[in-house]
T-cell receptor
Framework: DGGITQSPKYLFRKEGQNVTLSCEQN?????MYWYRQDPGQGLRLIYYSQIVNDFQKGDIAEGYSVSREKKESFPLTVTSAQKNPTAFYLCASREGGLNSPLHFGNGTRLTVT | AQTVTQSQPEMSVQEAETVTLSCTYDTSESDYYLFWYKQPPSRQMILVIR??????QNATENRFSVNFQKAAKSFSLKISDSQLGDAAMYFC?????????????FGKGTSLLVTP
């Protein structure tokens, strides 16, 4: 079955360490996204990529970085510069078409202490 | 900026009853798309329903329907014959244009409790 796989489901890191969240899709979608979810805040866009080898900052990109070397993969690195990294992170992809919805992975819960 | 507002942080409904979740948005665009997503305790985001702004007919998916009022910029979700499995966070989303593609702006969500 096609879908989006995020790993790991739970991730723990010490403050000051960089950490990379994995996102892989086999839906053959060009566009991929990273959202952050905090309690009471909804989902906020971190980074997005419309096509391989290209990506753009979203609304809250500070302290994060991404790469898009393959169509299937869009990893997110949470750097030590991110002041409040503890959150739930959701990866999504979208096929072409004006009314195409986003398809989401199951998310990664990152806890930094 | 295309903002999405969900004014009800929490709602409660009895099983088999009907509930309506509110959503308003702000935009200067004339053609756009709106979505409702459901997030159960598993935290998987599930598409519930979508609406194209140029279509006057309200979208319907089984027990889920929307009341789309374009002039009022309102996009409410009605759940009929509520079931225990409907308990979840519900997010309203607006499709916004970015560069050569699109992303979604989400509201802060409404937590729906379904009681037996």
């Amino acid at each position: 079955d096609g879908g989006i796989t995020q790993s790991p489901k739970y991730l723990f890191r010490k403050e000051g360490q960089n950490v990379t969240l994995s996102c892989e899709q086999n839906l053959n979608h060009d566009a991929m996204y990273w959202y952050r979810q905090d309690p009471g805040q909804g989902l906020r866009l971190i980074y997005y990529s419309q096509i391989v080898n290209d990506f753009q900052k979203g609304d809250i990109a500070e302290g994060y970085s991404v790469s898009r070397e393959k169509k299937e993969s869009f990893p997110l690195t949470v750097t030590s510069a991110q002041k409040n990294p503890t959150a739930f992170y959701l990866c999504a992809s979208r096929e072409g078409g004006l009314n195409s919805p986003l398809h989401f992975g199951n998310g990664t819960r990152l806890t930094v202490t | 900026a295309q903002t999405v507002t969900q004014s009800q942080p929490e709602m409660s409904v009895q099983e088999a009853e009907t509930v309506t979740l509110s959503c308003t948005y702000d935009t200067s665009e004339s053609d756009y798309y709106l979505f409702w997503y459901k997030q159960p305790p598993s935290r998987q985001m599930i598409l519930v329903i979508r609406q194209e702004a140029y279509k006057q007919q309200n979208a319907t998916e089984n027990r889920f329907s929307v009341n789309f009022q374009k002039a009022a910029k309102s996009f409410s979700l009605k759940i009929s014959d509520s079931q225990l499995g409907d308990a979840a966070m519900y997010f309203c989303a607006y499709r916004r244009k970015i560069d050569s593609g699109y992303a979604l702006n989400f509201g802060k969500g409404t937590s729906l409790l379904v009681t037996p």
